[in-house]
């Protein structure tokens, strides 16, 4: 096993000698196997031969997820596993080491893993890739934590889908309306690109699923967006995020612009308004992070807490001074835009993406006594989809799309990005067969707690209370 061979050479070299003997091929350690993981040491991996260096990756899951699908995921347009490249598979002779980075100690070279169980350890390397992404925004809002989730993960998308689809199957069955109401009362809290995605698809899906239920009608579904500014998508332009917000109203969704969500405690929900209702399900999508556990390391943070980089995708400190072996890129670095003087590349998956090749690139020229070169990208465009055969569309800064063609780039551009052409074929392989059997909104709710039949098939019966003591005694057991 690699994570153990690596964990007991470093041990083993800590122990022997205060001074561990010099690698003969340099170690280079991607923290994070999402996008920025993914693609610098494929990149790294391509560029440069076993001899010349080994690469590994540390991450607390086995997968990268590529987040623009979720929302399709959510819808069940695309299979949860599809939207996830098996990192085993897409990273060819290179080491993984599943567990959380706690720690990094850059001036001892070593960053500190913690495997899901079992004792921490740490590992050292000579040199260091930062790709820890971001984590979600939230504000001390009394009963946020407790009432709502994220939209980050593949299992938070896969939840969110079959919180929705459940509360629609048990407020079929109810007769209590003001329970119902609750029950079918879904509110998204974040109008941008991933909150405004998640809306439509989910509403969309909900509207699709209610046609099965004759008990419920699409009007009995409420659906809330909750924005803190006066507009939604600032990726695009406002005339875009204005059809947007149209085509939303249209679709009955209930928008409250500048509207800050102010408690949701035990699913009352409290806006800045003062509107005020219940609801069963809040899901929380008002931006995101640099990764915490940056916090604790001796790199150099900015204010936002993301990792202080060159263009050249080195980390640099706040006296400009290069981060000897030092390499940052994606949602957790503050990468200089060198077409948008004196602002930051924004957290999206096209320079995450793009930022990882040029990263690869560049460190395998340093190690081969080169410069490395800056990074820059020009904004191709932002592709949203609405739900099935809905969206809207900005490419190349000047051209607007809305509607079916909107929803075509979106996948079209989309399914092109996604690693792995196993991953590509299969989303489109789901895409075709939903084309003639249309998509599946059945929900798995129980996935969740998969031992509860279990745990209850196993309990004890309660003893009846007048029944004398050895009643309980089954006729199996006499
Ligand atoms: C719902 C949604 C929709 C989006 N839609 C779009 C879109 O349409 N277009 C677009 O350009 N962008 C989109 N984005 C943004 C895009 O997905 C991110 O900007 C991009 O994934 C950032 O890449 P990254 O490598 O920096 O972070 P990530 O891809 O998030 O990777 C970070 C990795 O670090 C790992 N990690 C976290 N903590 C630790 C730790 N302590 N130790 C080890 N590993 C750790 C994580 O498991 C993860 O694998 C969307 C995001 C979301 C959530």
Known sequence: MPQNDLSSVDAAQNQATAQPKPRKVP????????????YSARRLRKRLGKREAAIVVVDPRPY???????????????????????????????????????????????????????????????????????????????????????????????????????RIDVASSTWDPEARKRMLTFVFVGGGFAGIEALGEVEDMARAAVKYYPELDAA?????????????????????GGYTLEVLRKR????????????????????????????????????????PVLQDSDLPLDKLGR??????????????????????????????????????????????????????????????SAEPTEYSHKNVGAVASLGMYKGVAQMFGRIKV?????????????????PTWNRKIRIMAGWTGALFLRREVISL??????????????AAPKPKPDAAPDSAVTSHGK
């Open 27 to 38: 170690r280079i350690v991607v923290l994070g196997g999402g996008s920025v993981g993914l």
């Open 64 to 166: 990268m997820t590529y987040a623009p699908f979720l929302p399709e995921a959510a819808a069940g347009s695309i299979d949860g596993r599809h939207v996830v490249a098996p990192l085993r598979r897409a990273l060819r002779n290179v080491d993984l080491l599943q567990g959380m980075v706690t720690g990094i100690a850059h001036a001892d070279r070593k960053v500190t893993i913690q495997p899901e169980g079992g004792e921490a350890y740490s590992i050292t390397y000579d040199h260091l890739i930062v790709g820890l992404g971001s984590v979600a925004r939230t504000l001390p809002i009394p009963g946020l934590a407790e009432q709502a989730i994220g939209f980050k993960t593949v299992e938070e998308a896969i939840a969110v889908r079959n919180q929705v689809l459940n």
């Open 220 to 240: 009995d579904l409420r659906f809330v967006l909750v924005e803190g500014s006066p507009r939604i998508l600032p990726e695009v332009s406002e005339e875009l």
């Open 252 to 291: 009955n969704i209930e928008i409250h612009l500048s509207t800050f969500l102010s408690s949701c405690d035990d699913g009352h929900v409290v806006l800045s308004n003062k509107v005020e209702f219940d609801a069963d399900t809040i899901v929380w999508t008002a931006g995101v992070k640099a990764n």
């Open 307 to 368: 990792v202080t980089c060159l263009p050249t995708l080195q980390i640099v400190d706040a006296e400009g001074t290069v981060v000897p072996d030092a390499w940052a890129a994606g949602d957790c670095a503050a990468v200089p835009d060198l077409l948008n003087p004196g602002m930051f590349c924004p957290p999206n998956a096209q320079h995450a993406i793009r930022q990882a090749n040029h990263l690869g690139d560049n460190l395998a020229k340093v190690l081969r």
């Open 402 to 418: 809305r509607g079916p063609l909107a929803w075509v780039l979106h996948r079209t551009y989309h399914v092109m990005a996604m």
């Open 445 to 458: 709710g129980s996935i969740h707690d998969p031992r509860a039949s279990f745990r209850a098939a196993s």
